[in-house]
C-alpha cells in the first residue's frame, strides 16, 4: 500500500529540484583514511540514496589541518580529495539522490574535550575568535586578522573542490560550537574588530564565507548554513534569546546569499522561544524567509545527546502524522533524519509503501561500522 505524505512531495528551491523532502543528516563517522573517502564510504551514502533519501549532506569534512577533527574525518584539501569524492558523488546522483559536501572547522575544540579520543591535537594549533572552548575556559591561539582571511579562503577553497566534484551544494557547519559558532556566540567571540560585538557583526565571519563560497563556485550551486543554539559543551546555550535577536543574527547571511537554513536542534517540534510553540526551523523560516531544515529525533523515541539517546533509540513511527503537521504549518521545507537513517536507509522507502511500522530501532552498535 503507497502512502501520500507531504514530506515525501517532490520540492524546488532556487535551481535545485529534490524528489522527496527527507535529508540524511550530516554524521561524523571516523572512517577514513588519510582523511579521504573509499568505497565503504560511497556504498554507505549510495545505500541511503537507494533507499529513497531526496538529499544526502555528508558528515563534516575538514576545510584545513588546523581546524579537522582528526585524520578519520574526510576532508576537501590537499592531495587526491577529487579522486577519491567523485566516484562517492556519482554513485549517490546515479541512484537518484542530491548531495551537499559539509564543511567543518572545529575551531577551539578537540576531541578529548568531550572524552574522545585526540589524534590531531598534538600537531596542529587550534584557532578560534577568542581563545575559548567556553566560558572562560582558554583552548588555543586567538585568531589574527591573517588567521581569519586565510581560514575564510580555505573554506571557499574547499567549496571550489565540492563544485569541481559535481556535488549540487554545500553546508557551511556553523552549528554545535565549532569555529563560525564560535563566532556567534557572545561566550566564545569577545573581538573588538569586525567580527565581534553585536550580534550582526558576530556573524559577519560566516556572512562572509559564503560570499567567498558563492565566488568560489557558481550561482546555482547551493549553499545551505547550519545553525544551533546548543553546543558541545553547553547544551543550554542561547545565541538568541528571542526571536528579534534571532533575525539580527540571520540577516548578515541572507545578505551574503545563504540559499538553505538548517536549524539543527535535538527535537524537531520543540518551540524556539517561551512567547509561541514555533520550533527553531519554524522561526528561522519565517525570519529568514529561505527554506529551511529542520532536524532531531525524527522517528526515534530519545534525542541523541540524551543520556539513553546516544546509546538506543526506539522507533517513534506514530510521528509521522506529527511530521505532516508541522510540515503544512509551514515549520520547514525539508527535514533531516540522523540516527533513524543509520538503522534504516530504506526510511523512504517503508514510509512510502505504509509499513513505517517496520522502522528499526537505533542501536549503538551501528555506530561501530560503515553500514
Ligand atoms: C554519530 C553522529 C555524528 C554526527 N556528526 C555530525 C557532523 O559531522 N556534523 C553535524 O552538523 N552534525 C553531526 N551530528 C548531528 C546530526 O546531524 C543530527 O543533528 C543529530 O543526530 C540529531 O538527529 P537525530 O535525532 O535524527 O539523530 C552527528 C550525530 C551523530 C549521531
Known amino acids: 500500500m503507497s502512502v501520500n505524505h507531504s514530506l515525501l512531495s517532490s520540492v524546488r ?84 539522490a542530491k548531495i551537499f559536501a559539509q564543511l567543518w572547522h572545529v575551531g577551539a575544540f578537540a576531541p578529548s574535550l568531550i572524552g574522545m579520543h585526540d589524534s590531531v591535537d598534538d600537531v596542529v594549533r587550534r584557532l578560534s575568535p577568542s581563545g575559548l572552548a567556553g566560558p572562560e575556559q582558554s583552548f588555543g591561539a586567538v585568531m589574527s586578522p591573517a588567521d581569519i582571511e586565510r581560514t575564510i579562503s580555505d573554506f571557499a577553497a574547499a567549496a571550489a573542490v565540492a563544485h569541481r566534484c559535481g556535488f549540487d551544494g554545500i553546508e557551511i557547519h556553523a552549528a554545535h560550537g565549532y569555529l563560525p559558532d564560535q563566532f556567534f556566540w557572545h561566550v566564545t567571540n569577545l573581538r573588538s574588530d569586525r567580527y565581534g560585538g553585536s550580534l550582526s557583526d558576530r556573524a559577519a565571519f560566516t556572512a562572509d564565507i559564503i560570499r567567498a563560497c ?25 545565541v538568541a534569546t528571542t526571536a528579534n535577536e534571532l533575525e539580527t543574527w540571520l540577516k548578515p547571511m541572507v545578505d551574503a546569499g545563504a540559499n538553505i537554513f538548517h536549524a539543527s536542534t535535538r527535537k524537531f517540534w520543540q518551540p524556539a522561544f517561551t512567547e509561541s510553540d514555533l520550533s527553531f526551523s519554524g522561526w528561522v523560516r519565517k525570519l529568514s524567509g529561505k527554506p529551511t531544515i529542520a532536524v532531531g529525533s525524527v522517528t526515534l523515541g530519545n534525542d541523541f545527546k540524551s543520556a539513553e539517546g546516544k546509546t538506543a533509540a526506539s522507533a517513534a513511527p506514530e510521528q509521522l ?51
Not at 572512517?31 to 549532506?57: F, Q, V, W
Not at 546555482?220 to 548554513?225: C, K, Q
Not at 527535514?335 to 530504506?346: E, H, K, T
Request: proline share 4%; hydrophobic share 40%; aromatic share 6%.
Open 13 to 96: 528551491l532556487d535551481a535545485l529540484t529534490l524528489k522527496n523532502r527527507v535529508v540524511m543528516a550530516p554524521m561524523t563517522r571516523e572512517c577514513c583514511a588519510d582523511g579521504l573517502p573509499d568505497e565503504s564510504n560511497r556504498d554507505y551514502y549510495a545505500l541511503r540514496a537507494k533507499g529513497g533519501t531526496g538529499l544526502i549532506i555528508t558528515e563534516g569534512c575538514s576545510v584545513n589541518a588546523d581546524g579537522s577533527f582528526g585524520n578519520s574525518v574526510p576532508r576537501l584539501y590537499g592531495e587526491g580529495v577529487e579522486i577519491a569524492w567523485r566516484p562517492l558523488v556519482n554513485a549517490v546522483q546515479i541512484s537518484g
Open 321 to 371: 502524522e506529527l511530521i505532516d503537521a508541522c510540515l503544512n504549518r509551514g515549520d520547514f521545507d525539508l527535514l533531516a533524519i540522523g540516527r533513524a537513517l543509520l538503522a534504516n536507509p530504506d526510511w523512504v522507502t517503508l514510509v512510502a509503501d505504509g509499513r513505517a511500522a517496520e522502522l528499526r530501532p537505533f542501536t549503538k552498535n551501528l555506530l561501530d561500522q560503515l553500514v
Open 214 to 238: 558563492r565566488l568560489a563556485t557558481s550561482e546555482g550551486f547551493a549553499i545551505s548554513v547550519r545553525i544551533s543554539q546548543w553546543k558541545q559543551l553547553d547544551y543550554e546555550a542561547q
